[in-house]
């Protein structure tokens, strides 16, 4: 498909991570605004195909991709994978937007957190954002978007998620220097940053109502979040409305300890 082609077919997000909870929403959010959705699963497939035949439903297309981000050394035959699948599904050589959502939690305290705990963090995090969406640069289309996803904890502090916190303020960092250096390709590059929302996600932590209602009382909206809280502003982050915006964090915790 030519340039010009490409440039009129309808958007298409590649979406780690996007066989539940926060992934599912961006996936379906964005399907609603008529972009078509590659997302990846580790080993929840089952789930990751229904997210997909909702996406269907919507009249969009999708494709479902195996994908282990905490294993860097499989980054390249995957970007080779997402090559294929652009070319048979959409006989497209480009994707548009990049949404590096995969992750996974883990709590300790800073005294009794092991390095395989901290290495496990970090490969997830940091080096997935990093490697992953080095091995895709080439498959990103100029005046494309890339989201990272971070955490409201790296402005406020819990207890027992430093490992964690570490880990997602590189990628703060790193989104910056992303948006900096990738700018001459027009590509928008920003982060945004949830707070506590009520999925499965760290063994499904925020579904404990003692844990909500210590939340709410410094909540400013008074709720806790569900994945739609964020799926919607991800769906608006990656509109053509805000293609001047980059290398921005952006917070979603509904006015957590402001």
């Known amino acids: 498909m030519s340039k010009t082609s490409e440039s009129t077919a309808a958007p298409?997000?590649?979406?780690t991570g996007g066989s539940r909870g926060l992934g599912k929403s961006m996936a379906l959010h964005l399907a609603d605004r008529g972009v078509d959705v590659m997302l990846t699963y580790h080993t929840q497939e089952a789930e990751a195909r229904d997210v997909a035949a909702s996406i269907e439903a919507k009249g969009r297309k999708a494709?479902?991709?195996?994908l282990d981000v905490g294993k860097a050394g499989g980054f390249a035959?995957?970007?080779a994978e997402v090559k294929s699948?652009?070319?048979?599904?959409?006989?497209r050589e480009r994707f548009d937007c990049l949404v590096n959502n995969a992750g996974s939690g883990g709590a300790a305290p800073f005294a009794d957190t092991t390095e395989e705990q901290f290495d496990a963090l970090l490969n997830v995090h940091v080096k997935a954002t990093f490697f992953l969406s080095q091995q895709l640069l080439a498959l990103i289309a100029d005046g494309g978007r890339i989201l990272n996803v971070s955490t409201g904890l790296t402005r406020y502090t819990v207890p027992g998620l430093s490992a964690y916190a570490l880990m997602k303020g590189g990628i703060e960092v790193l989104t910056r220097y992303m948006a900096a250096e990738l700018g001459p390709r027009g590509i928008s590059v920003n982060v945004?940053?949830?707070g506590g929302i009520e999925t499965d996600f760290g063994g499904g932590v925020m579904?404990?109502?003692e844990l909500q209602k210590a939340v709410i009382a410094e909540t400013s909206l008074g709720r806790i979040g569900v994945p739609d809280d964020i799926?919607?502003?991800v769906a608006s982050l990656l509109s053509p409305e805000t293609r001047w915006l980059t290398g921005q964090r952006i917070e979603v915790t509904g006015g957590y300890k402001l």
């Not at 298409?12 to 979406?15: D, E, F, N, P, S």
């Not at 699948?85 to 006989?91: A, E, K, M």
């Open 231 to 233: 799926g919607g502003v």
């Open 77 to 79: 035959a995957f970007a």
């Open 63 to 66: 494709a479902v991709l195996q």
């Open 192 to 194: 945004i940053a949830p």
């Open 207 to 209: 579904r404990d109502a």
């Open 85 to 91: 699948v652009l070319g048979r599904v959409w006989r």
């Open 12 to 15: 298409i997000a590649l979406i």
